[in-house]
């Protein structure tokens, strides 16, 4: 197999940080696959914030990670690394990945992998991953999303959002969302959220409470940190659970720590891209047995907003950074 792969192949990376134009075609060596990794030729890769913050050089590559942006992918398995059994060459998947996504072929863990079932797409499958693992882990497993619960997401259009009201409408959850126009808050109805507060008319914490009939929500997915938290803490009821997986607004926050004691708040938060190769292995694994089966019976898709060529990542970016988007960018590789 490793035989039949060219020796080159073109990817989209940066030299230095800067605004969306640093981000040009480059040759590199195609890579090889180790001990339970594959090599993926990859049809489409997605496009996500943590790669825009990556490319101004606020968000730089775990250790041993490729520089190259893309933390999402879907294509056709290439290559097996040493001890893969559980996939074979030709086959489509989605995975996670760490980097290397803007690129014609990408590493990935086996055990990152997701098969792609008849029916969707391979610009939908590379739309999957990472919303589907940061949605699954921080509703569901640090926020202890119950059956129905209410939950506030702020950016209720953007991939993540999309895909916490999408999946908690299967399980069983009153998703409010917060958005930044009218428009968009329509488009979030049209998905599934039960109510769209435009948070530039109204204040979102009126409304939350003017809602929930004063009870507040039971659980915050909060992209912007800062001012925000405070803010947050205010629409979270009795044992609410506070969970930040962006700093959008800022990394620090000024709270009434009195008040998270009387109310019994919890306050928690993760980022992905750093954690084990062991951590995101089983955390596919609940993803295949608990979300998967929707996918595979079309239940489950992801919004798209856009897909670019690999070489116009640029117009991606910045498509991104205006915040016009409703859903996910992709790169046609």
């Known amino acids: ?23 040009q075609p480059i040759t590199l060596p195609v890579p090889r696959p180790g001990p339970d990794e594959v090599l993926v030729k990859v049809a489409f890769a997605g496009v996500n914030r943590p790669d825009v913050i990556q490319r101004k050089g606020q968000y730089p590559p775990p250790p041993g990670a490729s520089p190259i942006p893309g933390l999402e992918i879907a294509g056709t398995v290439a290559a097996l690394g040493q001890g893969v059994t559980a996939l074979i060459p030709g086959q489509a998947v989605c995975a996670l990945v760490s980097g290397g996504g803007y690129a014609q072929y990408c590493l990935a863990k086996a ?34 999303a119950r059956e129905g619960e209410t939950v506030l997401v702020h950016g209720g259009t953007s991939g993540i959002g999309t895909m ?14 917060t958005c930044g126009s009218a428009e968009k808050c329509a488009r979030a109805l049209e998905i599934g959220a039960a109510h769209a507060i435009d948070y530039k008319a109204a204040d979102f914490v009126e409304e939350v409470a003017r809602i929930t009939g004063g009870k507040g929500v039971d659980l915050v997915l909060d992209m912007v940190a800062g001012s925000y938290v405070p803010r947050n803490l205010k629409c979270l009821a009795e044992d609410g659970r506070h969970v930040t997986i962006a700093v959008q607004g800022g990394a620090t926050a000024e709270i009434n720590m009195a008040v998270v004691m009387r109310r019994r708040y919890t306050l928690t938060g993760s980022t992905l891209r750093p954690r084990s190769d062991e951590f995101k292995a089983l955390l596919a694994q ?48």
């Not at 950074?321 to 590789?333: F, P």
């Open 1 to 23: 197999m490793l035989a039949d792969l060219p020796a080159m192949m073109t990817a989209v990376g940066f030299e230095a940080p800067g605004d969306p134009d640093v981000l």
């Open 111 to 144: 055990g990152h992998c997701l098969p792609v079932p008849e029916g969707l797409s391979l610009a939908e499958a590379a739309a999957l991953p990472e919303t589907l693992f940061t949605v699954w882990h921080n509703v569901f497993e640090r926020g202890y």
């Open 164 to 177: 916490a009201i999408m999946l908690g409408i299967h399980f069983g959850l009153h998703v409010i969302v």
């Open 286 to 333: 609940e993803l295949r047995a608990n979300v998967w089966p929707l996918v595979e019976r079309g239940e489950l898709r992801p919004i798209m907003d856009a897909c670019f060529p690999l070489a116009e990542a640029a117009a991606a970016h910045e498509r991104m950074e205006v915040g016009a988007h409703v859903g996910k960018i992709v790169l046609e590789v």
